[in-house]
Structure formats: structure tokens, C-alpha cells
């Protein structure tokens, strides 16, 4: 196992740093942090780590957010520190794991995170940030996990009712049933795997159907001549645009498509090791309702075309 580089803080870190640090030791928000400290808590969080600080009965946020801007980096060090000590947690991983996840979140923009040596937390370096433009300009989901897990779709889906070519219609047709069979099996990875390279061969599969539709779509990807690709280039980001485009899947079908389609992207071991993807039950759910609320649209569409 590799031991990680120590590193130390040398000068002072990001005024926006410090406003997250005083979040994570206030524990408001109980999604990201760990430990919720009232008053006493927060005086006691201090004198663990031997700073003389003793709340003054004032708003705990920029109490906290005062201290950590006065304290010597050597000082600042010990409370993040403190923060993702696997003592404070009893040893418990879930808690632990939280606190990591989010303190690496929060130094990340410092180019630092949080590494262990033997049970001793330290500060190392951070994983290199990387920002995709094009992601970054995609519209927020228009509605929440909870709302759209709401809606009802059959799981009875027959590829036949999107009245697509009949030879492509029965290799769909027995992954949806191998969908079918590795769900109720519990096999998140397998099942998201197979779930988003499926929609792609259907969504393929109805851009044949109407091939002029698509490749006269705003969206449809061209190659450096400025000419439409053939519908078998197509990624999957590109087909789920350009079906949006046709009206043939609504807006929030979309969006939650394509995250089906970043969930699909980790068939790649290294992405999903480096991002530390590990889907439950619940992903699972999402992405067959997405899977489900498409094909039940498609089914529509195919109906008035």
C-alpha cells in the first residue's frame, strides 16, 4: 500500500475554504457532515485540539468562521485534522467516510486532500480537478429523483410496440428480459451496464425509423466537414438530444436520460475506481424508471408519428 505524501499548510487558505471548514464543524447540513455541534459542542471541538475558543452565544456559523480566520496555519491544520480523526467517530466507516468525502470536496480547490497514515489522518495531495465545459453548460434536472420515481410505468415493455426494424427488435427485446432477470438479482453494476447500452440500440433503432427526423435535428452530430454523421455514430448523448429535439422525449426524460447515460460510463473500471462509484438498490430504481418513462414515450410517439 502506498503511503501517502504529509503535507502542511504553509500560508492561508481560500476565504471560500474557510466558509466551508465552518460549515463541516457547525454540521447544519446532516447530507454532508457528520456531527451536528450546538454551542458547548463547538467549545469542546476547540479545546480538543487546544485552541482557546469559547462560544459567545452568537451566530455559530460566523463564530466558527471568525476563529478558523485567526488561527495560525499550524492551528488550522489540527482542526481539519480533527474533523475526519477516526476516533471522533468511534471507528464507525459510515460517518468516517462521510467526513472524508466532503473534507476532500472542501480542500480540493486548495489542491489538498486527506490521506492516512496507519490511523493518523494527514493532509496530501489533492486529486487534480477537471472541468467539463460541456457538461458544465447542461441545464439542472428539471425535476427531482423523488417526483420522477413517483410516475408509473409498466415493467412489462415489448419492443415490438415501438415498431422498429424486426431483426434489431428481438436482440432488444432479450436484453430487456436479461434487464429483467438481473434486477430482481441484485446486480446494480450489471444491471445500469445494460440498461443504458439497451437505450441506445432502441434509440438507434427509432432514428432509423425516421432518419430524415433526426438527421435534420439541431443537435445531430457532424464530423469536420459539417456533415450529419450515420445514425450508427451516434453516441448516446447525441441520440438522447436529438429525441428530445423531435419531441419525442420530454424535458425531464432527458435529463434524467443522461444520467442513465453518466451511470453507463462507468463500465470503465478506472472511472469508476477514481470516482469511487458504488451503486445501491436505489440507482438501480432510478435508472430503470428512466429506462422505462423513455420506452414509454418512444411508445407513444411511434403511435403519431
Not at 466558527?64 to 499550524?74: E, G, N, T
Not at 425509423?209 to 445514425?231: E, G, T, Y
Request: proline residues 5%; charged residues 25%.
Amino acid at each position: 500500500m502506498t503511503v501517502p505524501r504529509e503535507l502542511h499548510i504553509g500560508s492561508a487558505l481560500d476565504s471560500a475554504t474557510l466558509d466551508s471548514l465552518a460549515d463541516f464543524i457547525c454540521g447544519d447540513d446532516g447530507e454532508r457532515f457528520p456531527t451536528y455541534r450546538s454551542s458547548s459542542y463547538l467549545t469542546r471541538f476547540f479545546s480538543d485540539i487546544n485552541i482557546d475558543a469559547v462560544h459567545d452565544g452568537s451566530t455559530r456559523k460566523w463564530w466558527v468562521l471568525d476563529i478558523l480566520k485567526r488561527l495560525p496555519p499550524a492551528e488550522l491544520e489540527r482542526a481539519i485534522l480533527r474533523l475526519v480523526d477516526p476516533r471522533i467517530y468511534g471507528g464507525k466507516k459510515d460517518p468516517l467516510g462521510m467526513a472524508v468525502r466532503s473534507m476532500n470536496e472542501i480542500l480540493a480547490m486548495d489542491n489538498l486532500g486527506i490521506g492516512f497514515i496507519q490511523n493518523r489522518p494527514v493532509l496530501t495531495d489533492g486529486a487534480p480537478i477537471t472541468f467539463d465545459v460541456e457538461d458544465l453548460k447542461k441545464e439542472p434536472l428539471v425535476a427531482d429523483a423523488e417526483a420522477f420515481l413517483e410516475q408509473q410505468f409498466s415493467d412489462d415493455i415489448r419492443i415490438d410496440d415501438l415498431k422498429v426494424d424486426t431483426v434489431i427488435s428481438g436482440f432488444l427485446q432479450s436484453r430487456i428480459n436479461e434487464v429483467q432477470a438481473i434486477r430482481r438479482d441484485k446486480a446494480p453494476l450489471a444491471t445500469i451496464f445494460l440498461l443504458g447500452s439497451t437505450l441506445e440500440g432502441i434509440l438507434i433503432a427509432v432514428a432509423c425509423n425516421d432518419i430524415k427526423r433526426f438527421m435534420m435535428a439541431p443537435a445531430a452530430p457532424k464530423d469536420k466537414s459539417q456533415s450529419v454523421l450515420k445514425i450508427q455514430d451516434w453516441t448516446l448523448n447525441s441520440l438522447i438530444d436529438v429525441a428530445h429535439q423531435t419531441g419525442m422525449l420530454s424535458l425531464d426524460v432527458k435529463k434524467f436520460s443522461h444520467v442513465l447515460r453518466d451511470f453507463r460510463n462507468y463500465i470503465h473500471p478506472y472511472r469508476q475506481m477514481s470516482e469511487a462509484f458504488s451503486p445501491d438498490q436505489d440507482t438501480v430504481d432510478i435508472c430503470w424508471q428512466v429506462f422505462k418513462a423513455a420506452v414509454s414515450q418512444l411508445k407513444e410517439s411511434s403511435k403519431n408519428p
